[in-house]
T-cell receptor, first 114, second 112 residues
Framework: GAGVSQTPSNKVTEKGKYVELRCDPI?????LYWYRQSLGQGPEFLIY????????DSGLPNDRFFAVRPEGSVSTLKIQRTERGDSAVYLC????????????FGPGTRLLVL | KQEVTQIPAALSVPEGENLVLNCSFT??????LQWFRQDPGKGLTSLLL?????REQTSGRLNASLDKSSGRSTLYIAASQPGDSATYLC???????????FGRGTSLIVHP
């Protein structure tokens, strides 16, 4: 079956622009996570969805970052007024039940803010 | 706050060697610990998941152990192959939370 997919695979934008990153989880997975990974670092938690609701958004760095999952499947991470420090790989993962199961990761979106 | 450290940061070995990668964590109140593999430009692939009540897990040439009391886990790779070259990350999920904390990873190169 299909794994977690993320689009776009690469995104180059200019400082101050708005970007949207999309995640398609594995069908039937109720839990969805967003992480950010900088070069040479491990993934850093951003937000966790259980179904349609954000169960934990404590990892979002500031109010420029927002994520939605309106139908409990696809999720979109939105970044307003991008800054050069936002450049990183944004990873999405899903699991069958939040926290108790193995997380399956997508390939990530590489964001470069010029 | 949970902190996860992985040693060594990088490792280069000839093919055929047995390897030990180390992961240490500061808070022993964990739910589980997971080892992942990450290939360049790719996402993470789960290798082994150890629940807090378990001591080890094995899959093929991989064996992961967990010692909660000392805050340590090791990933043992037997008879390493060039295809094992990747970054290996450990992630610790604390008790009462759905959010794992990742280490920085060990970058492994196995040369023929």
């Amino acid at each position: 079956g299909a794994g977690v997919s993320q689009t776009p695979s690469n995104k180059v934008t200019e400082k101050g622009k708005y970007v949207e990153l999309r995640c398609d989880p594995i069908s039937g997975h109720t839990a969805l996570y967003w992480y950010r990974q900088s070069l040479g670092q491990g993934p850093e938690f951003l937000i966790y969805f259980q179904g349609t609701g954000a169960a934990d958004d404590s990892g979002l760095p500031n109010d420029r970052f927002f994520a939605v999952r309106p139908e409990g499947s696809v999720s979109t991470l939105k970044i307003q007024r991008t800054e050069r420090g936002d450049s990183a790989v944004y990873l999405c993962a899903s699991s069958l039940v939040g926290g108790e199961e193995t997380q399956y990761f997508g390939p990530g979106t590489r964001l470069l803010v010029l | 706050k949970q902190e996860v450290t992985q040693i060594p940061a990088a490792l280069s070995v000839p093919e055929g060697e047995n390897l030990v990668l180390n992961c240490s964590f500061t808070d022993s109140a964990i739910y589980n610990l997971q080892w992942f593999r990450q290939d360049p430009g790719k996402g993470l692939t789960s290798l082994l998941l150890i629940q807090s009540s378990q001591r080890e897990q094995t899959s093929g040439r991989l064996n992961a152990s967990l010692d909660k009391s000392s805050g340590r886990s090791t990933l043992y790779i037997a008879a390493s192959q060039p295809g094992d070259s990747a970054t290996y990350l450990c992630a610790v999920r604390p008790r009462g939370s759905y959010i794992p904390t990742f280490g920085r990873g060990t970058s492994l190169i196995v040369h023929p």
